[in-house]
């Protein structure tokens, strides 16, 4: 191997291991994080829920989270609406299924800046062991240090709109008793990982 060749080696050698080293990796922080949703009951009015139990993770090279990739996981047994009757029912093979499918996850693919702080994600969402393409708008918040902790956190929050009916999620329930419609809106606090 002549002498260009081993320094170009080295230099792409340098260049990779550089890359890996400047991802950093950030998890939310459950006590400051939240996952709701929202939909529309007999057309008159609005029903919200969340989850009381998901993970999520970012990785990204860049400090205004231009090339982030987030990732979700949501134990779908601990949804809450505040009514046990109907989380029992959302529960069921009507809605999600808990039995056959106790995750549901989110990954994106790709992010696009819209404008100041603000992205669109595309991603995988799979809820009842379907995966479909979702867009959501994130709004990053900012970064800074805990006066309490010293950890550094970053702030973000995410919001759309997803169609139940992609997801063959409660079919034998019409709009008139529940909109196609499901708004989504996750609000969190992301510690940087060391190491």
Do not use: C
């Not at 919200?48 to 990785?59: C, K, P, Q, R």
């Not at 990204?60 to 990732?71: H, N, P």
């Amino acid at each position: 191997m002549n002498n260009f060749k081993k320094i170009t080696l080295t230099l792409l050698g340098m260049v990779f291991s550089l890359t890996i080293l400047a991802q950093t990796k950030w998890k939310s922080d459950p006590n400051h994080s939240k996952l709701s949703f929202g939909v529309v009951h007999t057309t008159i009015s609005e029903v919200d829920g969340l989850f009381n139990s998901f993970n999520a993770t970012i990785a990204a090279d860049k400090a205004d989270f231009s090339d982030a990739v987030f990732e979700l996981t949501v134990d779908v047994n601990s949804i809450n609406t505040e009514v046990k009757m109907r989380d029992n029912h959302l529960r069921s093979a009507d809605f999600f299924d808990v039995a056959k499918h106790p995750t549901m996850t989110y990954k994106s693919k790709s992010i696009r800046k819209t404008g100041k702080d603000r992205y669109q994600l595309l991603g995988d969402l799979t809820m009842r062991g379907i995966t479909k393409e979702v867009a959501m708008d994130l709004w990053y918040r900012g970064t800074i240090e805990n006066p309490q902790s010293k950890d550094v956190i970053s702030g973000f929050q995410l919001t759309g709109t997803l169609k139940r009916s992609d997801f063959n999620f409660g079919p034998n329930f019409p709009e008139a008793v529940l909109s196609d419609a499901v708004r989504i809106k996750a609000d969190g606090e992301f510690i940087r990982q060391e190491g």
